[in-house]
């Protein structure tokens, strides 16, 4: 087996990660971050995100485990306790494998299409941001405040319930769509609540000027000055967690709260 760590930079984290290598290499393992099959993940859901973008050209083929030593674990697997567990389940068992899909961004001013496992969110601070909100080419509404979240299934429990939105129970591919402390009064109003929609709706954001917004995908973002129309669908792109014991969606729900 061919695998590659993403490591928090903390030293618990590199720790775990050298006996890992260690393990995995006496057992015959090799290391090649160009080939590998599987990522492991040592950190929290951050870690496994900015790995999900590292390899995002490869995606389809790789297969990601997460340990968590950090803050949050929604996404990693075992704990720091439970490495010696880990590392034999990963050495002796066949994973199961939950697929979890991407969301696509195209911007009319870029070339290369954006992605994000939890969530896309046009964000301003600066000013009240309007935002003319299309659903497979049928205008929906159009939105003032803050801005927008778009969140998949797997970010229903991120930002997006922040924002109190639905949590999605897993094996659900759907998008959510929740407004970011939107402006209502008397000549003005919107749905207000957030929109749960079937995984093949396509959403189209335009506006006259998103010059002083972001584009906030996972944990990255980018500046907006100018885009004036993002298209947001699903796609193929898979994030596939290799799952070695029983998984509680429940279970994790709870230690969120």
Known sequence: MKY??????????????????????????????????LIICVGGDGTLLYG?????????????????TGTLGFFTDYTE?????????????????????LLRMDLDDRDEPIYALNEMRIENVI????????????????CRGSGICLSTQAGSTAYNRGLGGAVIDCGLSVMQLAEITAIQHS???SLGSPYIMMENRIVT????TFDTA?????????????????????????????RYRHYSYLKRLKNLY
């Open 4 to 37: 590659a760590i993403v490591s928090k930079v903390d030293e618990k984290s590199h720790i775990v990660s050298d006996k890992i290598r260690k393990t995995l290499q006496g057992a015959g393992w090799i290391e090649d971050e160009k080939t590998a099959e």
């Open 205 to 208: 954001l335009r506006a006259d």
């Open 187 to 189: 000549k003005h109003r």
């Open 127 to 142: 000013k009240s941001q309007s935002v003319d909100v299309y659903i497979d080419d049928e205008f929906f509404e159009t």
């Open 214 to 242: 972001i584009l906030c995908y996972d944990h990255l973002n980018t500046p907006l000055k100018n885009t004036k129309t993002i298209i947001c669908q699903m796609t193929d792109k898979k994030v596939k967690f290799a």
């Open 81 to 101: 306790s439970e490495l010696d567990e880990c590392l034999h389940d990963m050495l002796q068992k066949e994973p199961h494998i939950y697929e979890s899909g």
């Open 52 to 68: 999900v973008h590292q390899f995002l050209d490869r995606i389809n083929d790789l297969k990601f485990i997460g340990i968590h």
